[in-house]
């Protein structure tokens, strides 16, 4: 016979099914957001997405909180699933240990949207 849950056992249910309904939420949101802040484009690769291939499109968080979701979208940019996959490896490398460059991490030095700002204007 199985005993009945105490009432700390059903708070805490109810608190874990509340975090993960907020953290999916959250999620969603700053996927929206930054698919209308930003050109359908990787940012790496360059690879172009149209509303057919738009779910191989992820957003990538720059320090990786993906708490951390400002509302200018500073701390995202678009990635096709196949960058991204290797933005996170390229990460948990230098984690470890594994990566290159300054203090062991490896960083990006492609920036496409360099003139962005510049293109719009005219």
């Not at 690879?47 to 500073?74: I, Q, Y």
């Not at 230098?94 to 492609?110: F, R, Y």
Request: aromatic share 6%.
């Amino acid at each position: 016979m199985t005993q009945p849950k105490t009432p700390d056992a059903n708070r805490l249910d109810r608190l874990v099914a509340e975090a993960r309904k907020s953290a999916e939420q959250r999620e969603q949101g700053y996927r929206e957001r930054a698919l209308k802040l930003y050109p359908w484009v990787c940012g790496r690769c360059t690879r172009s997405f149209t509303r057919d291939n738009l779910r191989e499109l992820t957003v990538h968080h720059r320090d990786h909180n993906h708490d951390n979701n400002p509302p200018d979208g500073s701390n995202w940019e678009l990635l096709c699933i196949y960058c991204h996959e290797n933005e996170h490896s390229r990460y948990l490398e230098a984690d470890s240990g594994q990566g290159g460059g300054e203090n062991g991490h490896s960083s990006a030095t492609h920036n496409p949207f360099a003139a962005l700002k510049d293109l719009l204007k005219k």
